[in-house]
């Protein structure tokens, strides 16, 4: 996907100082995406959509709920390599359980 010099010239009308905004409009209305910005120091979020997505994928995957036991495993055995905070990945698995009971229903 490219955009010509004239094109993009014609998209922002000549002005001197191109606002982000215009190059946002400019890649949406020419290349058919829908534009979101972060910034780069921001973590990065799903949406509540994403996630509604993602997640019945990701907990029917063997391999997923696999690695998942295998760390727990490892975890019971003394190795620590998901957090070093055991409340964390207990709440984790938790998540996981609840989610893999919710989507195999």
Known sequence: MSISKKQ???SLQ???YVDLKDLVQLIEENFG???TLQRKDEQSKF???QKIKMAPVIFKDQAVLSQLQKAQKDRKDGISTYSDSDEEFAKLLQEVQNAAHTYSE
């Open 14 to 16: 000549g002005k001197s």
């Open 8 to 10: 993009l010239e014609q």
């Open 33 to 35: 995406f829908s534009v």
């Open 47 to 49: 949406t509540e959509e």
